[in-house]
């Protein structure tokens, strides 16, 4: 096995581990956290969300920006993996902060490093290969995100500091 199949297999694990437990534990967590906001503050991150995440996906766009922040990948998941640690156990008593916190750490998540992760596998992988191997990946996810519902049905004495203690645990795999 080479290294992009080996990156390829882990990809698989990892992003079906984080679907996994996204789907377990996001029922006691956002059932906790959405009773403490008012629809005021859920709208404005909605909206801080969506304009960073445009303004940032525009800037991904470029080739020269993915090829300068692919050195810095690492560093950046990093910050990723601090932002949730905070946001998940430091910052429980104080929901706006950290729903502006993970909505951060879900900005660089989703649009930085998994743009970058992808921007690899693209330029390693091409035509009917790629389509497989995003299909696969895609599947993997909606599978584990049907297991973590199923899961979340049945362990229903997942209080919420156990839910944010697997979450992060969960975040620190990513890396």
């Known amino acids: 096995m080479n290294k992009l199949e080996l990156y390829m297999k882990l990809n698989y694990i990892t992003m079906g581990g984080i679907t996994l437990v996204e789907s377990l534990t996001a029922p006691t967590i956002s059932l906790h956290f959405m009773q403490l906001l ?21 800037l991904m766009s470029k080739e020269s920006v993915r090829n300068k922040l692919r ?16 946001a998940n156990l430091v910052m429980t008593e104080m929901p706006s902060i950290r729903l502006y916190i993970l909505t951060f750490a879900s900005i660089i998540g ?10 690899i596998i693209n330029s390693k992988v091409s035509g009917t290969a790629l389509t497989t191997y995003q299909s696969k990946l895609k599947s ?7 297991l973590g519902g199923l899961c979340a049905i049945f362990y229903t004495q997942c209080d919420l500091m156990t839910a944010l203690y697997i979450k992060n645990g969960m975040a620190g795999i990513d890396v």
């Open 38 to 58: 008012d629809k005021q503050s859920i709208a404005t991150v909605i909206t801080f969300q969506g304009l960073l995440m445009a303004g940032f996906q525009t």
């Open 71 to 86: 050195n810095y990948l690492f560093h950046i998941v990093v910050f990723e993996l601090i932002l949730c640690t905070v």
């Open 110 to 119: 989703s649009v930085f490093i998994y743009t970058l992760f992808m921007d």
């Open 140 to 146: 993997v996810m909606m599978w584990c995100a049907a």
